[in-house]
Each structure stands twice: as C-alpha cells, then as structure tokens.
Nanobody, 122 residues
C-alpha cells in the first residue's frame, strides 16, 4: 500500500508563493506517476498537476504558468511550486504517487493522504 504525506501548506496573501511537498512510501517511486489535486468544501477533487511515468507533465488550465510540479526520485518526494497565488487557489491539496493515470492525465492514488491546507487571502 502506497502512502503519501503532504506538507508545506499555509496562509499567504494573493501574489505570494508556497511550495508543497509530498513524500511517498513506495519502492517503485522512480517509475511511478505523481501528482497533485485540490478540493474545496462542497466540490469534487480536481487535478492540478501531474508527472507521468514517461516524465511528461500535465497542468490544469487554471494553474498553467503559475504552478510547477517536480520530482526527486532519490528522496521519493515530489513538489508543487505555487507562484502568483490567487484567492481561488484556496483549497485542501492532496498528493498522489504510484497511482493510475486517468484519461485526463492525472495520477490517481490508491489511497489519499490527509492533505495540506492552502489559504490565499486577497
């Protein structure tokens, strides 16, 4: 069972930056897809960014040019650098590792972690 732990969330003002981290417990991390999702109360979980097994990346239109996903195989950790944050980026962020790539290009994990809260004030 793959488990992932998210960290790095917090409260920032609009225009600020945060970097989220996700460390996964899997022996196949270097060959796995990874990604990030977010969810606000009352809405479904949406894909934000992903790195496929072949290294290609995928971003939601709403974050393109502002967010960057990266992966460090030596540390079993991937990151989401979030710049130029907007109030609409406020959400609980969840990471995924070693999951199944959805039709939309996002990495769906077997199990979800606790998430890390990101709050952006105007």
């Amino acid at each position: 069972q793959v488990r992932q732990v998210e960290s790095g969330g917090g409260s920032v003002q609009a225009g600020g930056s945060l970097r989220l981290s996700c460390t996964a417990s899997t022996n196949t991390y270097s060959r796995s897809c990874v990604g990030w999702f977010r969810q606000v109360p009352g809405k479904g979980r949406e894909g934000v960014a992903a790195i496929s097994r072949d290294g290609s990346t995928r971003y939601a239109d709403s974050v393109k040019g502002r967010f960057t996903i990266s992966k460090d195989n030596a540390k079993n950790t991937h990151y989401l650098q979030m710049n130029s944050l907007k109030p609409e980026d406020t959400a609980m962020y969840y990471c995924a590792a070693d999951g199944v790539l959805s039709d939309g290009g996002y990495c769906i994990p077997d199990y979800w972690g606790q998430g890390t809260q990101v709050t952006v004030s105007s």
